[in-house]
């Protein structure tokens, strides 16, 4: 029996490109299955859904029928309520849908095999790609770094050297952007795609979801 990664792909959108397609296919770490073989004992099965053609009702029915594959949703652009619901439907991480290949792929073994969803190559490009598939400028996408980290608009203003009228508009563009108001939505937004928060000794969170603080944190 092979020991590569078995890769279910649903609702493969069809503007994805070759690229994908070929980079996955010549991976020996990585084997595309059906959904019949969905239930396959044995090799780790992540299952990589393109959104929005595969909403939160499907993750979670997904979730029902494979209790133990990991599932991946890929996205063109997201709100942190849309977020949210993925997650709690039973999604274990994101990915923007213009990451590059190789990415995706790196991403997949990383989820199958319990690794940190990023590395010292993708560390930096990885925050840049999502904040682009969300439309934030690099200036707003660090803001919401310091956000996530509990930073208030005046020691944001000071590490940023700006104003703080200036850190008000971003957050206003910020909240009109993930179509809310709430900073908590924002912090759980910046940690679920990958956005890693400005910590004092720069710790970095994974972009996988745990579903257990996820569920606590909702009640």
């Not at 073989?37 to 909403?55: I, K, N, R, S």
């Not at 850190?167 to 759980?188: A, F, I, S, Y």
Request: aromatic share 4%; proline share 5%; net charge negative.
């Amino acid at each position: 029996m092979s020991d590569a990664v078995r890769v279910l792909i649903i609702n493969e959108p069809s503007d994805l490109g070759a690229a994908f397609r070929a980079t996955l296919e010549h991976s020996p770490a990585l084997r595309t299955v059906d959904e019949d073989d969905l239930q396959e004992p044995g090799t780790a099965c992540v299952v990589l859904a393109f959104a929005p053609e595969y909403g939160p009702e499907a993750v979670a029915a997904l979730r029902e029928r494979a209790p133990e594959a990991r599932i991946l949703v890929a996205f063109q652009a997201a709100g942190a309520a849309e977020i949210g619901r993925f997650a709690a439907a039973g999604a274990d991480a994101f990915v923007a849908r213009c990451a590059a290949p190789h990415d995706i792929c790196a991403t997949i073994l990383a989820l199958a095999h319990d690794l940190p969803l990023h590395d010292d190559e993708t560390e930096v490009a990885a925050p840049e790609a999502v904040a682009e598939s969300l439309g934030l400028t690099p200036r707003e996408a660090e803001v919401l770094r310091f956000l996530s980290a509990g930073f208030s608009n005046k020691e944001v203003a000071r590490r940023l050297t700006v104003s703080v009228r200036t850190v008000e508009t971003h957050r206003l563009n910020l909240r009109r952007k993930t179509k809310t108001g709430r900073l908590k939505d924002l912090v759980q937004l910046a940690r679920q795609i990958g956005l890693a928060p400005v910590l004092e000794g720069e710790a970095r969170p994974l972009r996988r979801i745990d579903h257990e603080a996820h569920r606590a944190a909702s009640h």
